[in-house]
């Protein structure tokens, strides 16, 4: 299988057209290959982290890209941090490894359509690298982020232990099995529109909380369809997956669930620490805790291993979280 994401180093080139002259927005068939009737791919992802390089007007490489369909009025976070993270890799020499980055979220991000990320080559030395990615929409900076890369080195070697006792995957019920009877956008999303099987340990907290009331939780990942053997494609895929429901043990703590009228929820910042290679399309799993919650802000840290244990990255999120209003507050 060929890779989406080309090479490090890339040249800059013009783009090539992107107009669709049946007025449908781009990543439109995309979202096509989700309905319940198909079988669920990886295709969505795989077409999201596509860039295409361009002059630059600000900084030192540019590149497009294209976010997802979905079904709510502002795109998924994740399509940035996966976006960026291909934009910063390819900016990088073969030789270094990203091994993290620190992203912040600053306007909402309109869904199917181009974001411009422009690559700041702050330094290249011989063990580091530094780079700033800046998303760019409607000519106003919407993303930012801090990527650092290393040449390996041997030296010492720790890793925070996988959760005891955790159930298989194969065990558990996928989104759509969980959410059999429901209907809808958000349904089907859930379901089918994410490019990844997500199979929580506990229960999903998509429209109540299965399990207890606990600010922790657990959730197997593995991707619809088998991806390239390509490093960079599986460090997106950690980078792009891990949105999704990192601020979920923050709901679950509060008994609140995604589709609870009035709730509100927006991504602020995101780190990110890339440990050992990944693959996407075996199980991983994602052990989740909320850290803290404040002032309509929560934080949470995650870690993701594979099966056999080994540690691949570490996450931490703070988000915006404003719960439903009690039907007598003031307005």
């Not at 502002?74 to 960026?84: L, T």
């Not at 290249?124 to 919407?142: A, C, E, F, L, M």
Request: hydrophobic share 40%; net charge negative.
């Amino acid at each position: 299988m060929s890779s989406p994401v080309g090479t490090h180093g890339a040249v800059n080139a013009e783009p090539e057209r992107t107009d669709r002259v049946d007025g449908t927005r781009p990543g439109a068939a995309a979202a096509d290959s989700t309905r319940a009737d198909a079988a669920p791919t990886a295709d969505p992802f795989l077409a999201a982290i596509e860039l295409t390089p361009v002059a630059p007007q600000h900084l030192d490489q540019a590149y497009l890209a294209t976010t997802q369909p979905c079904p709510w009025p502002k795109a998924y976070g994740g399509d940035m941090v996966a976006q960026a993270t291909v934009a910063a890799i390819r900016s990088a020499a073969a030789d270094r490894q990203l091994h993290s980055m620190h992203s912040y979220f600053l306007r909402p991000v309109d869904v199917g359509a181009q974001v411009r990320y422009e690559v700041e080559i702050l330094r290249d030395g011989r063990g580091y690298s530094t780079r700033q990615v800046r998303g760019y929409q409607n000519d106003k900076i919407v993303y930012t982020c801090l990527a650092s890369f290393q040449v390996p080195e041997d030296g010492l070697d720790l890793t925070t232990p996988m959760p005891a006792d955790v159930p298989e995957p194969e065990s558990l019920p996928s989104s759509a099995q969980a959410l059999a009877g429901q209907t809808g956008p958000a349904a089907e999303y859930w379901s089918f529109g994410r490019s990844f099987d997500q199979r929580h340990v506990s229960g999903p907290v998509y429209t109540e909380v299965s399990g207890e009331h606990v600010p922790t939780q657990a959730v197997w990942l593995k991707s619809f369809s088998p991806l390239p053997d390509d490093p960079i494609v599986h460090t997106a895929a950690l980078a792009y997956v891990c949105d999704y429901t990192i601020l979920e043990p923050v709901l679950r703590a509060h008994g609140l669930a995604w589709a609870d009228p009035g709730l509100t929820t927006a991504s602020l910042d995101h780190a990110m620490w890339f440990h050992r290679p990944a693959r996407l399309d075996d199980w991983v799993l994602y052990s989740q805790r909320a850290v803290s919650a404040q002032h309509n802000r929560g934080l949470a840290r995650g870690y993701l291993h594979d099966r056999s244990g080994n540690l691949l990255a570490t996450v931490l999120q703070e988000g915006m979280i404003r719960g439903p209003q009690p039907a007598n507050s003031a307005t």
